[in-house]
């Protein structure tokens, strides 16, 4: 990846005059890069990571191994759209392995996830089955450390 | 007893690193944030650290050979052929150290005899004067200027040189200066040793971490690597320098009495590192690459809030700190840290620990992640602005 997308992806806040400095370039380059990797949909919006266990407790975050048949003509495309949709869906990826889509899901409780699961999920055309992990506490997330790191231990040399 | 008089007086004559006094009063204060480290924030690449436990795990916890592990002096002298084009024998042409320092003073100890002057520029690491003193040499200090980009010019090094010259260190890319010596600055230099008796060790820990060109070594230059010990070590390039691992190269004939030394003042460097060093020449290119890139958007973030604030600060070249002068607060180095140190919690290093010619500078180590470095710059616009009211 290259400089630019490497810092804006761990703080999207940085001014164009920060990246400028730090990239050695101009304001009106940076300006005139961000703008070209937006227009070509690589950089598609800037997210904010929030540690939520600071602020609320009342949520619960799940991944839900599906197993699917895939569809004829749309294969597993037609059946991650149509998950996708839902607003508790918080990102949707196939993968690999021993099932093929991996959907993570936000909901305020375990029931509205088992709800979601049993009613949504479960009851979708070509969805075979389902396994759900709930999420017991975030290390990491989009490259940050949630945790505290460790203490500086270096000395003066 | 007295111990005052059974010391020797050599051990009594050398002064400590003009840095610990600093580190010592951060440690003493609490809640310090430090610009004053002389090692990388970056862990050791993983693949490294995960043959260290693989060598472990196998029970490879004997000594080695004396020189080092023969795999690791074949990997060494593939990587300073690639970078220098110099060829050095694994068989007598290496020796792996412990760090770049044991390297150091192994020179200067196969080499120095009492009386014999070592050109030393400054300002530079604190470590060669005591072991030129301890070694019965005499320094003679050249002192490099700003408005030369703290370079070592030949005009200078020729009037130092007298019959009794017997080596001249090449402190480049330099702590704390981060100056470097590209080819066109070091071509005069060779010019001036080439058909002399003088040797040169040039220590060249930091020579992957230049920004602009790439790090160009002396050894490189027509006759110069064999008059010439070259230093180089794992410590800043890999992030490794808790392992304690270095090497130098040089010519048989010196290494061999080096040898001896180290055989029996060392025995060996560590096994567990030199095992993982192979592994770091092997496969951690782009692992170093990336620390670089980071290195330098550090660098540049730093260099501009330093002129933005007020301290006038050069573009440094190379290793990972910048040099701002500090003349403007009307403070020595000394004054500088000590206030900012008491006043604002943020530990720098004054010039004058590297030499007297780093008065009126202090060093800033960017080995720190960019909100680290951004929180201590916020710090010490305020100490200097209310420097400024109390005028």
Same mark, same amino acid.
């Given at each position: 990846?290259?400089?630019?997308?490497?810092?804006?992806?761990?703080?999207?806040?940085?001014?164009?005059?920060?990246?400028?400095?730090?990239?050695?370039?101009? &304001?009106?380059?940076?300006?005139?890069?961000?703008? &070209?990797?937006?227009?070509?949909?690589?950089?598609?919006?800037?997210?904010?990571?929030?540690? &939520?266990?600071?602020?609320?407790?009342?949520?619960?975050?799940?991944?839900?191994?599906?197993?699917?048949?895939?569809?004829?003509?749309?294969?597993?495309?037609?059946?991650?759209?149509?998950?996708?949709?839902?607003?508790?869906?918080?990102?949707?990826?196939?993968?690999?392995?021993?099932?093929?889509?991996?959907?993570?899901?936000?909901?305020?409780?375990?029931?509205?996830?088992?709800?979601?699961?049993?009613?949504?999920?479960?009851?979708?055309?070509?969805?075979?089955?389902?396994?759900?992990?709930?999420?017991?506490?975030?290390?990491?997330?989009?490259?940050?450390?949630?945790?505290?790191?460790?203490?500086? &231990?270096?000395?003066?040399? | 007893?007295?111990?005052?008089?059974? @010391?020797?007086?050599?051990?009594?004559?050398?002064?400590?690193?003009?840095?610990?006094?600093?580190?010592?009063?951060?440690?003493?204060?609490?809640?310090?944030?430090?610009?004053?480290?002389?090692?990388?924030?970056?862990?050791?690449?993983?693949?490294?650290?995960?043959?260290?436990?693989?060598?472990?795990?196998?029970?490879?916890?004997?000594?080695?050979a004396?020189p080092g592990?023969i795999?690791l002096r074949k990997a060494i002298s593939d990587y300073v052929f690639? /970078?220098?084009?110099v060829e050095y024998d694994p068989e007598g042409g290496i020796i792996v150290?412990?760090?770049?320092?044991?390297?150091?003073?192994?020179?200067? /100890?196969?080499?120095?005899?009492?009386?014999?002057?070592? @050109? @030393?520029?400054?300002?530079?690491?604190? !470590?060669?004067?005591?072991?030129?003193?301890?070694?019965?040499?005499?320094?003679?200090?050249?002192?490099?200027?700003?408005? #030369?980009?703290?370079?070592?010019?030949?005009?200078?090094?020729?009037?130092?040189?007298?019959?009794?010259?017997?080596?001249?260190?090449?402190?480049?890319?330099?702590?704390?200066?981060?100056?470097?010596?590209?080819?066109?600055?070091?071509?005069?230099?060779?010019?001036?040793?080439?058909?002399? #008796?003088?040797?040169?060790?040039? #220590?060249?820990?930091?020579?992957?971490? $230049?920004?602009?060109?790439?790090?160009?070594?002396?050894i490189?230059?027509?006759?110069?690597a064999e008059?010439?010990?070259y230093?180089?070590?794992?410590?800043?390039?890999?992030?490794?320098?808790?392992?304690?691992?270095?090497y130098m190269c040089g010519p048989k004939e010196i290494l061999r009495?080096?040898l001896?030394?180290?055989?029996?003042?060392?025995?060996?460097?560590?096994?567990?590192?030199?095992?993982?060093?192979?592994?770091?020449?092997?496969?951690?290119?782009?692992?170093?690459?990336?620390?670089?890139?980071?290195? #330098?958007?550090?660098? /540049?973030?730093?260099?501009?809030?330093?002129?933005?604030?007020?301290?006038? !600060?050069?573009?440094?070249?190379?290793?990972?700190?910048?040099?701002?002068?500090?003349?403007?607060?009307?403070?020595?180095?000394?004054?500088?840290?000590?206030?900012?140190?008491?006043?604002?919690?943020?530990?720098?290093?004054?010039?004058?620990?590297?030499?007297?010619?780093?008065?009126?500078?202090?060093?800033?180590?960017?080995?720190?992640?960019?909100?680290?470095?951004? $929180?201590?710059?916020?710090?010490?616009?305020?100490?200097?602005?209310?420097?400024?009211?109390?005028?």
């Amino acid at each position: 990846m290259d400089r630019l997308l490497k810092l804006l992806k761990t703080n999207a806040r940085l001014t164009d005059a920060e990246l400028a400095v730090m990239l050695g370039k101009t &304001e009106k380059e940076i300006a005139e890069e961000i703008a &070209e990797l937006e227009r070509k949909g690589i950089i598609k919006g800037y997210s904010t990571v929030i540690d &939520e266990d600071v602020i609320a407790k009342d949520y619960v975050t799940a991944i839900i191994e599906l197993k699917v048949t895939p569809k004829a003509q749309v294969g597993y495309d037609g059946i991650a759209r149509h998950i996708a949709q839902y607003p508790e869906v918080e990102s949707i990826y196939l993968v690999s392995g021993g099932y093929d889509l991996s959907v993570t899901l936000r909901c305020r409780t375990l029931k509205e996830v088992s709800d979601y699961v049993a009613q949504r999920l479960a009851t979708i055309d070509g969805v075979v089955s389902t396994t759900t992990h709930f999420f017991l506490q975030k290390y990491k997330e989009s490259g940050i450390m949630l945790i505290s790191e460790d203490e500086d &231990e270096r000395i003066m040399q | 007893m007295d111990y005052n008089k059974i @010391i020797s007086k050599k051990a009594c004559s050398i002064k400590p690193s003009g840095i610990r006094k600093y580190f010592d009063l951060a440690s003493k204060l609490g809640n310090v944030i430090s610009l004053g480290v002389g090692e990388p924030d970056f862990h050791t690449p993983w693949v490294i650290r995960r043959e260290a436990i693989k060598t472990l795990e196998r029970g490879r916890t004997v000594y080695t050979a004396n020189p080092g592990l023969i795999g690791l002096r074949k990997a060494i002298s593939d990587y300073v052929f690639k /970078r220098t084009g110099v060829e050095y024998d694994p068989e007598g042409g290496i020796i792996v150290t412990v760090g770049g320092s044991e390297a150091i003073d192994l020179t200067v /100890r196969t080499l120095v005899e009492a009386g014999d002057e070592v @050109i @030393i520029p400054e300002p530079s690491f604190v !470590c060669y004067r005591p072991i030129v003193e301890l070694a019965g040499g005499v320094p003679v200090i050249i002192e490099t200027k700003e408005e #030369d980009g703290f370079k070592l010019k030949a005009e200078a090094l020729r009037e130092k040189i007298t019959e009794r010259t017997k080596l001249v260190i090449l402190p480049y890319p330099n702590n704390p200066t981060g100056a470097v010596m590209s080819k066109s600055n070091l071509e005069p230099i060779a010019e001036l040793l080439r058909g002399t #008796d003088i040797m040169v060790l040039t #220590d060249e820990i930091y020579s992957e971490l $230049t920004y602009g060109e790439k790090h160009f070594s002396i050894i490189s230059l027509p006759d110069m690597a064999e008059r010439t010990v070259y230093v180089n070590g794992f410590s800043k390039a890999y992030a490794m320098t808790g392992w304690r691992l270095g090497y130098m190269c040089g010519p048989k004939e010196i290494l061999r009495h080096a040898l001896k030394i180290h055989q029996f003042g060392i025995m060996s460097s560590p096994t567990v590192s030199q095992y993982a060093a192979i592994e770091a020449l092997k496969s951690c290119d782009e692992d170093v690459a990336n620390m670089v890139a980071e290195y #330098d958007m550090r660098r /540049r973030f730093l260099v501009s809030e330093f002129n933005r604030i007020g301290l006038k !600060c050069f573009m440094p070249e190379g290793a990972f700190y910048v040099f701002p002068c500090i003349k403007s607060t009307g403070l020595s180095s000394d004054e500088f840290c000590e206030k900012l140190l008491y006043s604002k919690r943020v530990a720098v290093v004054p010039g004058t620990a590297f030499g007297d010619s780093g008065e009126g500078f202090v060093r800033v180590s960017y080995a720190y992640s960019r909100q680290h470095l951004k $929180t201590a710059v916020e710090k010490i616009e305020e100490f200097l602005k209310e420097l400024e009211n109390a005028d």
